[in-house]
């Protein structure tokens, strides 16, 4: 529309129907349109409430599996069906079983990172101030009741180790410490840092030396020298076992072949 | 006499709402048309990578990883949120019955919101993508995105308020809840994901909180706002059932919110948070079926206006579409199919569903009816919109069964323990060589439809009177009834 058109309505000269009929050709994509309307009140089929029923039902059902709201140990998240069992259908898969030297040596050398790396260091050759060296040290390679003993109660007093006496304090060792773990630990300082010994500690030895610790008391403290020169020279009792003998990596069990 | 004056008033008046918006909504059409090639061309490259690995193999930019993440992110932020952001426009302007005032500002927003789709793609493409599904763009550009947001979307929220007539219609209630529901999705999820310091774990479950919530409370509600506009409108029935329309809204906004960490079921969460996504999401199905028969039904009371109209046809197709994905809803979130599915690629499908399947037909069907109004020319050509429905159609229903059934499938095999885990991996090959040649048919699909977007955006649409309509005698021109031809 043209400037002078702008009030169609109000203009002597134009013809107000032509110029609507302008507009509607040039808008004759709006022009068409229909009104819209949003008031139908049709009855809606029963079948779409069942239809919501069904999906109402089957919905709360697993809202309702959900439990309540817990915000407890991780333990407690850990849904059912979501930690597998054995597979279905098919056989158990079996650690493969290794020599039981390896295996001490592979489980002592956690305990020892553990435990007793804080001291003696990594190579196993103590600081050379306070924490004397396992390695080349005859308290190690010895006999192992004593051995055992200075791991389970500590050690007070003066020792002597690799021609030189140390005068340190060792704390017990006991806290947690299970027979299969002590055999493990005693198993890998036997055969570490220079020391090869080449037996393996079994896990009955590990038991008799936890008897031994619990017969002196857990409460007597620290051992010193002089009771194990005079009451632990002797190697533990239990099952000696050949270290080249296959078992299970996790259950420690022989394994046959 | 008086009653033809009105009429012309009225149809004045919707002139001139559709010439104040016309810019801004014709960008977004057009800029999103164009994403959405490179979102297709990115998602064939995808698929192709994932049954023929070496594929581009020495193009680090477009590894597979990378072209994943850059499809969707194209997908969504590039398409999908400007053709939400044109509907938006354009549709409260028509329902509040006021000419925008903001059209500059709109424009500027949308100039600046592509730029940010820009900078995002090249980041990720260049492997500076975040890593956070659905939010993989650089983390900075997030703030930009919120704010060209707001300066879009506040002047539809200012246009309501001063809206001529008290009354609200159906599209203005997804309108107005979207709308508001997007910057606290969108802000919750970046502040928890890229602030605060949060668990990962947590952080990978507001991921898939997000994801879940921008597509049932953005997405959807403006599919579902712009298919109530368009049925009545171009069958000239009314609505089937206003209290089933005032039942499905509230059925979605009550239910959309819950959905979503199911995605995370059987990880160190409190397992109620993993129910509940999966509930939410299976009573998805009672908003799905509530509004997917309210509108169908009202496009069924004319049957002949669904076969002709291209804007109906497709509203259709994504309303059907929306009852698809609440039923399948159903079915993936069961507990025992979940733990199947779950690390799969029937989530993808079910994505693409809601994505593609609803949104997108949805927003087709919307521009086919809104840029006539907005040029005042008329689509070219009757063969490109049926090229364009028909192979969509064929396209996204081969994507949505060859993702969720092979995805199922996949699921199966990979409990499978006894097996090795490559047999589960090579068993996806058929499914994958068959997603690429879905993607290939959509590729065409939207070849057509950018064309014709294109042609229309240059003003080179047809001068006439008549809509063009699905109609084909034989010995007819391809374009359909000529009518009178324009003047002005």
Same mark, same amino acid.
């Given at each position: 529309m043209s400037e002078e058109n702008s009030k169609p309505d109000l203009?002597?000269?134009?013809?107000v129907l032509e110029s609507h009929m302008d507009l509607i050709d040039a808008s004759a994509a709006s022009s068409r349109e229909n009104h819209l309307r949003e008031n139908g009140m049709e009855p809606v089929s029963l079948w779409v409430f069942l239809a919501c029923g069904i999906a109402l039902i089957i919905g709360g059902a697993v809202i309702g599996k959900g439990g309540s709201i817990s915000f407890g140990a991780?333990?407690? +998240?850990?849904?059912?069906? +979501?930690? /597998? $069992?054995?597979?279905? $259908? $098919?056989?158990?898969?079996e650690m493969q079983p290794k020599p039981i030297i390896d295996v001490f040596v592979k489980n002592g050398a956690k305990i020892y990172q553990a435990?007793?790396?804080?001291?003696? /260091?990594s190579n196993g050759l $103590?600081?050379?101030?306070n924490y004397p060296p396992l390695g080349n040290s005859e308290w190690v390679t010895g006999e192992t009741a004593a051995l055992s003993q200075i791991i389970m109660n500590g050690l007070m007093g003066p020792i002597e180790v690799d021609g030189r006496v140390w005068n340190g304090a060792m704390p017990s /060792?006991?806290?947690?410490?299970t027979a299969a773990d002590l055999a493990a630990v005693m198993t890998y300082i036997r055969n570490s840092f220079g020391n090869e010994t080449g037996d393996v500690v079994s896990v009955e030895m590990g038991e008799n030396a936890i008897a031994k610790y619990k017969e002196r008391g857990v409460a007597a403290g620290p051992i010193q020298v002089a009771e194990l020169e005079s009451k632990y020279k002797l190697n533990l009792e239990g099952e000696v076992v050949d270290p080249q003998v296959k078992v299970n990596?996790?259950?420690l069990e022989k394994i046959e072949e | 006499m008086s009653n033809q004056l009105s009429n012309n008033l009225d149809s004045s008046l919707r002139t001139s709402i559709d010439r104040s918006v016309s810019n801004p909504v014709m960008f977004f059409f057009t800029s999103g048309a164009a994403w959405l090639a490179v979102a297709v061309l990115l998602g064939i490259l995808t698929s192709v990578k994932s049954h023929w690995? =070496?594929?581009?193999?020495?193009?680090g930019a477009l590894n597979t990883g990378r072209a994943y993440i850059a499809h969707l992110n194209v997908l969504i932020y590039g398409w999908a949120f400007q053709a939400a952001f044109g509907t938006i426009v354009w549709l409260m302007a028509r329902l509040c019955r006021k000419p925008s005032e903001k059209s500059g500002v709109i424009l500027m927003a949308g100039h600046l919101w592509n730029l940010g789709v820009s900078i995002g793609i090249i980041g990720i493409l260049l492997g500076?993508?975040?890593?956070v599904p659905w939010m993989e763009?650089? *983390?900075?550009t997030w703030v930009i995105f919120l704010i060209c947001y707001v300066l879009i979307a506040v002047w539809s929220f200012i246009q309501f308020r001063v809206r001529e007539g008290g009354h609200v219609y159906v599209s203005q209630w997804y309108l107005l809840s979207a709308i508001f529901l997007f910057p606290w999705i969108y802000g919750t999820a970046n502040i928890f994901i890229f602030v605060f310091d949060g668990h990962p774990v947590m952080t990978s479950a507001i991921a898939a909180w997000y994801k879940s919530a921008v597509v049932l409370l953005f997405f959807i509600p403006i599919a579902i706002a712009s298919a109530y506009y368009i049925a009545p409108k171009v069958?000239?029935?009314? *609505?089937? =059932?206003y209290n089933l329309a005032i039942f499905g809204f509230w059925s979605l906004m009550a239910v959309g919110?819950?959905?979503?960490?199911?995605?995370?079921?059987?990880?160190?969460?409190?397992?109620l948070l993993g129910y509940l996504g999966a509930g939410a999401a299976i009573l998805f199905f009672i908003p799905a079926i509530t509004v997917g028969l309210n509108i169908l039904m009202t496009v069924r009371s004319n049957g002949e206006r669904a076969k002709q109209s291209p804007s109906l046809r497709f509203t259709a197709a994504g309303i059907i579409a929306l009852v698809t994905m609440g039923i399948f809803g159903i079915f993936l979130n069961l507990p025992s199919v979940l733990q199947g599915v779950q690390f799969s690629m029937s989530g993808y499908g079910y994505e693409m569903l809601a994505l593609y399947g609803v949104f997108t037909m949805c927003m087709f069907g919307a521009i086919y009816f809104i840029v006539p109004r907005i040029t005042m020319r008329e689509w070219l050509s009757i063969r490109f919109i049926k090229m364009h429905f028909n192979l969509s159609v064929y396209g996204i229903i081969a994507i949505v069964i060859g993702s969720i059934l092979g995805g199922y499938l996949q699921g199966n095999a990979q409990q499978a323990?006894?097996?090795?885990?490559m047999n589960a991996a090579t068993s996806t090959y058929a499914w994958n060589v068959f997603n690429s040649f879905a993607w290939f048919f959509i590729l065409i699909s939207n070849l057509f439809f950018c064309l014709h977007l294109l042609l229309m955006w240059m003003r080179?649409?047809?001068? =006439?009177? !008549?809509p063009t309509l699905l109609i084909e005698k034989h010995g007819? =021109?391809? !374009?359909?009834l000529e009518g009178k031809i324009q003047t002005t």
């Open positions: 203009n002597e000269d134009s013809n991780l333990n407690d +998240y850990v849904l059912n069906g +979501y930690i /597998q $069992g054995d597979p279905p $259908g $098919g056989e158990v898969v435990k007793c790396q804080g001291c003696h /260091q $103590g600081d050379g101030a /060792q006991a806290a947690g410490m990596p996790e259950t | 690995p =070496s594929f581009l193999e020495g193009c500076k993508g975040t890593g763009f650089p *983390v900075a069958t000239g029935r009314p *609505v089937y =059932s919110p819950w959905a979503g960490m199911q995605k995370l079921m059987g990880a160190p969460l409190p397992p323990w006894d097996e090795p885990w080179l649409g047809r001068r =006439s009177n !008549h007819d =021109s391809p !374009h359909g």
